[in-house]
T-cell receptor
Framework: GAVVSQHPSWVICKSGTSVKIECRSL??????MFWYRQFPKQSLMLMAT?????????EQGVEKDKFLINHASLTLSTLTVTSAHPEDSSFYIC?????????????FGPGTRLTVL | GQNIDQPTEMTATEGAIVQINCTYQ??????LFWYQQHAGEAPTFLSY??LDGLEEKGRFSSFLSRSKGYSYLLLKELQMKDSASYLC??????????WGAGTKLIIKP
């Protein structure tokens, strides 16, 4: 199946700093990638849809200026958490759909655990 | 609004069978997914149903009834490694995934 990677897998940073998370589709092209956030014991919450070559689409309640998304190529999307605060500590997961099969399957990256001190 | 319901937690015994139910109310339907998620890891794909009926894949089977807005995931011959959260997700009319809160499955020896 298709492979999606994320980097870093975990990061600890001080409050007020910015953190960049990369999401790569390794063996397929993804014009669209999704960014999710998952708090402990909760389900995935879609933050935004990243579109290659155009602006990302953010879900209601997600601050565009705080969570900057750049989808510069067909295999790479980045999420930058600007001026991170402890409440931003969460598990961030990206996914990319692949239509190479019979259906629109989502392939998930391994996730990035962000801890803001 | 869109809503997906599944039990919060279930407990089963190693070697037994367990059925995890999922009911949904969404704006349109383009398929239902089941994912397995171990603690601290990203979800992994288990199954996809778009037509009514049962899809069997090894120890795991998934059933769908579109008229009832209902699906279940059936796990047979339970193993300790099956302890995980199981997420039900529906692809709506905009091809956006709507996620259930997940069912935490605890397997006891």
């Amino acid at each position: 199946g298709a492979v999606v990677s994320q980097h870093p897998s975990w990061v600890i940073c001080k409050s007020g700093t910015s953190v960049k998370i990369e999401c790569r589709s390794l063996d397929f092209q993804a014009t669209t990638m999704f960014w999710y956030r998952q708090f402990p014991k909760q389900s995935l919450m879609l933050m935004a849809t990243s579109n290659e070559g155009s602006k990302a689409t953010y879900e209601q309640g997600v601050e565009k200026d705080k969570f900057l998304i750049n989808h510069a190529s067909l295999t790479l999307s980045t999420l930058t958490v600007t001026s991170a605060h402890p409440e931003d500590s969460s598990f961030y997961i990206c996914s990319a759909p692949s239509t190479s099969g019979d259906y629109n399957e989502q392939f998930f990256g391994p996730g990035t655990r962000l801890t803001v001190l | 609004g869109q809503n997906i319901d599944q039990p919060t937690e279930m407990t089963a015994t190693e070697g037994a069978i367990v059925q995890i139910n999922c009911t949904y109310q969404t704006s349109g339907f383009n398929g239902l997914f089941w994912y397995q998620q171990h603690a601290g890891e990203a979800p992994t794909f288990l199954s996809y149903n778009v037509l009514d009926g049962l899809e069997e894949k090894g120890r795991f089977s998934s059933f769908l009834s579109r008229s009832k807005g209902y699906s279940y995931l059936l796990l047979k011959e339970l193993q300790m490694k099956d302890s995980a959260s199981y997420l039900c997700a529906v692809l709506d009319s905009n091809y956006q995934l709507i996620w259930g809160a997940g069912t935490k499955l605890i397997i006891k020896p």
